[in-house]
């Protein structure tokens, strides 16, 4: 199974995009899962987690502008990102904690997908 991250593209400042993660076989479902991001030069942060039970955590930078939620019935997460700005520029990661019937199937990393925010 593989982690599959989508969404990303380019956008101006204050525009808004929604990043999707979902398993690449149905029979995997998410139970946790975290987005990360890097930007060149920079390393990898924390954007925003989902805990199994709903919980949820936003690092700073993007609180008030970003959303993580979950659709059970299509078995993915989202990030929905607003009012975007050109510092919100780099490669963002989903991973998740897998369930596969009914037991954890271990953590998982989606490939990156690109968010480029123009000024």
């Known amino acids: 199974v593989q982690l599959q991250a989508s969404g990303g593209g380019l956008v101006h400042a204050g525009g808004s995009l929604r990043l999707s993660c979902t398993p690449s076989?149905?029979?995997?479902?998410?139970?946790?899962v975290s987005w990360y991001r890097q930007a060149p030069g920079n390393q990898r942060e924390l954007v925003a987690d989902l805990t199994s039970g709903g919980v949820t955590r936003y690092a700073e930078f993007v609180k008030g502008r970003f959303v993580i939620s979950r659709d059970v019935a299509k078995n993915a997460v989202y990030l929905q990102m607003n009012n975007l700005k050109p510092e919100d520029t780099a490669v963002y990661y989903c991973?998740?904690?897998?369930?596969?019937?009914?037991?954890?199937?271990?953590?998982?990393w989606g490939q990156g997908t690109q968010v480029t925010v123009s000024s």
């Open positions: 991973a998740a904690d897998l369930q596969y019937m009914g037991s954890r199937a271990g953590d998982y």
């Open positions: 076989e149905s029979s995997y479902s998410i139970s946790a």
